[in-house]
């Protein structure tokens, strides 16, 4: 038998350089690139051999595969004039944390499968609610406690499975959940991962109750959420969960939290909080009214992988009690018995989330802190947001156009007066430029453009460029 071809720890130190090498000038040519890939459906896959190899390659060849073949079929969302969707920012601690993780190659589902993936998670999350001055109901130290889930989907997702347990006493896992028994609750603004959520969850999507917003301000309407859930008891239906959020997908909404907990905790259901995008923002003390009524919520979610320089995945989910949460996910066949779990001194974070692995998440957030500080998140944010300001000041001087709603934080909605059609063909036209790029949402029936600002590498050049080029296709 021939010997196994593994790479040699001399050849990965020399590749390992080159990958680095790549990736730092990478990021250096970025403005080089188009911004959204120009490929067609299939380009990607016919420039691919159609067959694996056979014989192994070097991997020299794959790096220059990197660049011929896949980065023509690459979104640069790092680039400094991504402004689509919700950013997804990364940073050199975070890319180097997160190599680290792959280096070790630790499963972390157990405390007892390596105690320092769980414990730095543990620590690392407690860091973030100082950071973020979230309330203390959060913390490890008492009931509650962070997790870092997969994304903030997930999130919804075990807020879900936790307010079940809680609402029928544990009988949920058991006697599964009879569609049209119980109800959630959310604005017709929320994210579709709360619909996604109902469904998996096996309630159906049948079970969700959208909140008329204010048209004004999109915030969900606290007296519309009492009349739901006041139908839905007279008829029997028993309300589990209501999601607010804090920084809506459309326009970066914030929902009265507070109000929106009162109604909810009145009628024995849970209140999850979703605040994907907007919640790392309260590093900035200025704004941490963000946080209002967080001290009313069962949990709260918010993404370090979407602006807070974190590589996707990394989802920061904390809990004000996770009894319910553990009671709902946690399952403990023979061959994780472990004396550890047994003496239940630890944490087994599988019990904390839907699938049992799970990587060693929290060197990459644990680097981006420590590289950062305190000081640099904020610095970070706060750029954002002014940038994102000055260009609303800009959007107001051109009569052709209107801000749909006021700026939020790093968020800019806005249109063309002259109505859908000339909205969507401009989003084409500069989309298709390669010179930017920015998505649309519809708000009260009509097309809007939101510009989200979040590369780490924008400055205002690359914001006055995205206008520039704005005002002359319009
Ligand atoms: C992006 C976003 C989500 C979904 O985030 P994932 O982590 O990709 O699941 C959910 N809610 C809000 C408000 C978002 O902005």
């Known amino acids: 038998m021939s010997d196994v071809p593994h790479m040699s720890a001399a050849e990965f130190r020399r590749q390992g350089h080159a990958v680095i090498d790549w990736i730092a000038d990478y990021h250096e040519r970025l403005e080089s690139f188009p911004v959204l890939s120009q490929v067609g459906p299939g380009d990607v896959r016919a420039a691919l051999p159609a067959d694996p ?54 499963q972390g589902m157990l405390w007892a499968t390596s105690p320092a993936a769980t414990e730095l998670e543990t620590h690392v999350l407690d860091w973030l609610a100082t950071l973020l ?7 490890s130290d008492g009931a509650g406690g962070g ?55 096996g ?36 309300p589990v969960l209501v999601v607010a959020s804090i ?11 507070a109000e929106l907990a009162a109604i909810a905790h009145e009628a024995g259901a849970w209140l999850h909080v979703d605040a994907a995008w907007a919640g790392v923002a309260a590093v900035v003390p200025e704004l941490h009214w963000l ?18 320089l974190t590589n996707f995945d990394c989802d920061a989910f904390w809990v004000a009690d996770r009894t319910a949460l553990v009671g709902a996910l946690s399952i403990l066949p023979e061959y994780l018995r472990n004396a550890a779990t047994d003496s239940g001194a630890v944490v087994d974070y599988r019990d904390w989330q839907v699938p049992l692995g799970r990587r060693f998440r929290a060197l990459k957030l644990w680097a981006v802190i420590r590289c ?35 700026p939020s934080l790093s968020l800019v909605t806005f249109r063309l007066r002259a109505g859908d059609d000339a909205t969507r063909a401009l989003m084409d036209a500069v989309n298709g430029s390669g010179e930017m790029y920015l998505t649309h949402t519809v708000v009260d029936g009509t097309t809007a453009l939101r510009l989200a600002i979040g590369s780490p590498w924008t400055e205002q050049r690359h914001v006055r460029a995205a206008w520039e080029l704005l005002r002359a296709r319009a």
């Not at 060849?61 to 690459?74: F, K, S």
């Open 247 to 257: 920084g809506t997908t459309g326009v970066g909404a914030v929902d009265p939290v």
């Open 291 to 308: 946080n209002d009524g967080l001290d009313a919520a069962d949990s709260y979610a918010t993404n370090p992988h979407k602006w807070l």
């Open 147 to 201: 997790v870092i889930q997969h994304s903030a989907s997930d999130a919804a997702l075990v807020a879900l499975l936790a307010a079940l347990h809680r609402v029928t006493d544990g009988r949920s896992e058991h006697e599964g959940v009879a569609g049209g028994r119980f109800a959630v609750y959310t604005s017709e603004q929320t994210h579709s991962s709360v619909a996604k959520a109902c469904r998996i969850a």
């Open 372 to 406: 950062y500080g305190g000081e640099g998140l904020r610095a970070h944010v706060r750029k954002h947001v002014a940038l994102a300001a000055e260009f609303a000041t800009w959007v107001r001087t051109d009569d052709r156009f209107e801000l749909v709603a006021p």
């Open 203 to 238: 309630l159906g999507s049948d079970s969700l109750r959208l909140v008329d917003t204010d048209p004004r301000t999109l915030r969900a309407r606290p007296d519309r959420l009492r009349a739901l859930i006041d139908a839905d008891r007279t008829a029997g239906v028993v």
């Open 133 to 139: 001055d979230l309330p203390d109901r959060f913390r």
């Open 53 to 106: 190899p056979e014989v192994g390659e070097p991997f020299a060849d794959v790096l220059a595969d990197i660049e011929t073949r896949i980065l023509p079929g690459v979104t640069h969302w790092q680039h400094p004039s991504f402004f689509a969707y919700f950013p997804a920012n990364v940073s050199g601690p975070s890319i180097l944390g997160d190599l680290l993780a792959a280096g070790l190659g630790v």
